[in-house]
């Protein structure tokens, strides 16, 4: 059974940037695992950004400004279903 969890924001940044400092070996025996959860985390972080965009397309005060975070939006979406791929 899976559950979620809420954490700060700031958490997921610190922990995405530990996994990312700690740069384990490849033949580290936590490498894989490390680096499996390290693409999930950025890839929660990117949905989480995404959806900032959505947000910024509801709250535009005008045509224009709804345009350009459309077209952010989009660039945005575009990019996560590139990297959504695991790396591994």
């Not at 949905?47 to 975070?69: C, P, S």
Request: negative net charge; charged residues 30%; contains cysteine.
């Amino acid at each position: 059974m899976s559950q979620n969890v809420l954490i700060p924001l700031s958490l997921l940044e610190q922990i995405v940037e530990l996994l990312e400092e700690l740069n384990l070996s490849e033949y580290h025996p936590l490498s894989y695992d490390c680096g499996n959860i390290l693409w999930a985390l950025k890839v929660k972080k990117q949905k989480l950004e995404l959806r900032g965009a959505y947000a910024r397309i509801i709250a535009a005060a005008n045509e224009e400004e709804r345009d350009e975070a459309r077209l952010q939006y989009l660039l945005q979406k575009r990019s996560l279903c590139e990297d959504e791929e695991e790396p591994f």
